[in-house]
């Protein structure tokens, strides 16, 4: 006859601290950040993929080394003077980042335009799955001649499998001389890292059991979060 022993070590879990508000990816624009579009200031260690880059209806871009929340900032022009968004315009800057291990996410930047209000006066974000199709979130931002940060609730779909990007489009510039400009500094991607499924291991303690012998058969449940 054969006898079982069963001992289940189970450990209380508790939820990982700072699952939430981690910064998935920013861009801070400093001398680190090379030329127009910038490179991501940090990067989280399992996000694969952090990029920025603008429209094709932008006409100049570059890292401006006197101008920033602190300098430098991310300087483009080029946007439309009409009224009203054009989305083929592709008047617009963009931000993608791998978000597979993440869900509700925030994008947030500090933003201006030129001293002399030049540059696009309204701004709308718009996000996409896909990098096709984009769909708009947020009220119409209205930029100054000084630095504010806008953060509006980001209730669109994300990514779980791939990457999510933001876009920042601007209409409703003064002119397109050299001078309209629109600043960007400071952008940042958080999220909530999705928890890992828990995991379940079992082993002898005593292995291998001798015939007509005993031998305790260990469960251990992981639960990372």
């Given at each position: 006859m054969k006898a079982w022993l069963t001992s289940l070590g189970?450990?209380?879990?508790v939820t990982p601290p700072g699952s939430c508000g981690i910064t998935l990816a920013q861009w801070t624009m400093g001398t680190g950040a090379g030329t127009a579009p910038p490179l991501?200031?940090?990067?989280?260690?399992?996000?694969?993929v952090a990029t920025a880059?603008?429209?094709?209806?932008?006409?100049?871009?570059?890292?401006?080394?006197g101008i920033g929340n602190p300098a430098n900032s991310w300087a483009t022009r080029g946007y439309s003077n009409t009224g009203t968004l054009t989305l083929?315009?592709?008047?617009?800057?963009?931000?993608?980042?791998?978000?597979?291990?993440?869900g509700s996410l925030g994008f947030s930047f500090d933003v201006r335009r030129d001293a002399g209000l030049n540059g696009p006066a309204s701004l709308q974000l718009h996000s996409?799955?896909?990098?096709?199709?984009?769909?708009?979130?947020?009220?119409?931002?209205?930029?100054?001649?000084?630095f504010v940060n806008q953060n509006p609730a980001f209730t669109n779909a994300s990514n779980s499998s791939g990457l999510t990007y933001f876009?920042?489009?601007g209409w409703d510039a003064a002119n397109n001389g050299?001078?309209?400009?629109?600043?960007?500094?400071?952008?940042?991607?958080?999220?909530?890292?999705?928890?890992?499924p828990p995991t379940l291991a079992k082993t002898f303690l005593t292995s291998p059991v001798a015939v007509g012998g005993t031998s305790t058969l260990q469960f251990t449940l992981t639960n990372p979060g």
């Open positions: 189970l450990t209380p879990g991501y200031t940090t990067k989280a260690s399992d996000v694969a880059a603008a429209g094709a209806g932008i006409t100049a871009s570059t890292i401006d080394t083929a315009n592709n008047d617009y800057i963009e931000f993608a980042v791998s978000t597979t291990n993440y996409s799955t896909d990098g096709v199709n984009f769909t708009p979130y947020g009220g119409v931002i209205a930029p100054t001649a000084a876009r920042i489009y050299v001078s309209a400009l629109l600043y960007v500094d400071n952008a940042i991607v958080t999220g909530c890292q999705t928890p890992l």
